[in-house]
Structure formats: structure tokens, C-alpha cells
């Protein structure tokens, strides 16, 4: 068990939002740590704050205001696997719910595999899948994409 503190700072073109900024400061429960698997829990309270495009949004309940502030609760699961020396997969799954709005609830799922060349030197291959409850009027509340690239550093 150790302190897990998280800070986020993110505009998302997707999602039509201008600026969300969530910090806050929880605790992570490593459930397996061996040579080749490690698997962390983390429970962490965080505060948001929101700016979207505009007011329009999927539900007629949420007002007039494009800027929010919320306190939500993030469940977040992550680990890593290797199972054969080249290759190695990753994954972090986040569950947000509000608890200062109802039937607000954010998710993510971040799965990537990834297949080293040389030492500091890999191929990557990645898909997110993220849902949000409250999302800009004409947007999906469930996006998904992939990525491939190549992956440099401290592998």
C-alpha cells in the first residue's frame, strides 16, 4: 500500500472540451508484484473542473453554464504483463463517478501491447475506449481509437 496522487490537465477535441483539470490525492493497493506481472488498484477522490465549447449538451437538465466543478471518486485498475522477453502488455482501466452530479459517470479503458526491437527501442500498439455519460450535444458518448507507433526509452 502507498499514496497515489494524480494531476490531469487535458483539451479534448473529441469531446469538445476546452480545458479539464482533475488533481487529487489517493492510496494504490498493489495486488500482485512478481518479475513478470505486477497489478495496482487505486482509489483516489479527485476535484474537476471543466470548460466545454458551449452549454449544449445531451441532457436538457445540466443548465446554461459551460464551465463545471465536480468531485468524483477514481477507481483505477492497471498492470503490466510479460509474458515472453519481447513482449510486453499494459492496460489501465478508470472508473469515474460524480458524487456532486447525478447520472454523471466517466470510464477508460487504455490497452496497449508492445514488442521490443532493441533495448531502449520498441513497436507499440494501442486502443482506448473511453465513455463519457455527459457529453457536448452531437457528440458519442462512446469513443474508441488505436494507435500504432514506435516507442522510445526506459523500457
Not at 512478481?34 to 449544449?56: K, N
Not at 492497471?78 to 469515474?96: C, I, N, T
Request: with cysteine; net charge positive; proline share 3%.
Amino acid at each position: 500500500i502507498y499514496p497515489y496522487a494524480m494531476a490531469l490537465i487535458e483539451g479534448l477535441e473529441r469531446r469538445a472540451v476546452s480545458l479539464r483539470i482533475q488533481a487529487g490525492i489517493g492510496v494504490t493497493f498493489v495486488v500482485v508484484r512478481r518479475q513478470s506481472h505486477v497489478l495496482r488498484l487505486s482509489v483516489t477522490p479527485v476535484y474537476e473542473s471543466a470548460r466545454y465549447r458551449t452549454a449544449l449538451f445531451n441532457r436538457d437538465d445540466l443548465g446554461t453554464d459551460e464551465q463545471w466543478a465536480s468531485c468524483r471518486v477514481t477507481l483505477r485498475l492497471a498492470g503490466q504483463h510479460q509474458p515472453v522477453q519481447p513482449l510486453r502488455s499494459s492496460y489501465e482501466f478508470w472508473l469515474q463517478p460524480s458524487v456532486s452530479r447525478a447520472a454523471d459517470t466517466r470510464a477508460l479503458s487504455d490497452v496497449s501491447l508492445s514488442w521490443r526491437l532493441a533495448s531502449r527501442f520498441a513497436v507499440r500498439m494501442n486502443h482506448q475506449l473511453s465513455y463519457d455519460q455527459i457529453v457536448q450535444f452531437g457528440r458519442k458518448q462512446l469513443d474508441s481509437f488505436w494507435l500504432v507507433g514506435f516507442q522510445w526509452g526506459n523500457l
